[in-house]
């Protein structure tokens, strides 16, 4: 899997794009086809305490995998994320299974 960063609004430093990548990593476990992972960070409006945005796309085979999460900062969002991924990516296995099961 290959990913990809974007920033908005700020410049991220190297120990949080490590930490994503390692939270993004494990999510092979659960599929091991993904392709792609697109990472946006954003910061919103200074002003507000849950302002750290987190948009995740992973594409997968005939599909692409969307999470969004705001939250105060992007570790927690990026703890979220992932295990709303990791769900998807369960639904997303199953709907396989069950295509292959009915041909």
């Known amino acids: 899997m290959t990913i990809d960063f974007q920033n908005t609004n700020f410049k991220a ?20 086809k993904i392709i792609q992972a697109v990472v946006y960070l954003k910061v919103e409006k200074a002003d ?3 302002n750290k945005v987190l948009e995740i ?7 692409s995998l ?10 927690a969002a990026t703890d979220i994320a ?4 990791k769900s998807q990516l369960v639904k997303y296995k199953d709907s396989l299974k069950s295509r292959s099961a009915n041909n």
Do not use: G, R, W
């Open 13 to 32: 430093d190297h120990k949080l794009l490590t930490f994503i990548e390692q939270k993004l990593e494990k999510l092979d476990h659960f599929y091991d």
């Open 82 to 85: 992932v295990e709303a991924l």
């Open 57 to 63: 796309k992973l594409n997968v085979p005939s599909q």
């Open 66 to 75: 969307f999470v969004s999460h705001k939250d105060k900062t992007f570790e």
């Open 48 to 50: 507000d305490k849950d």
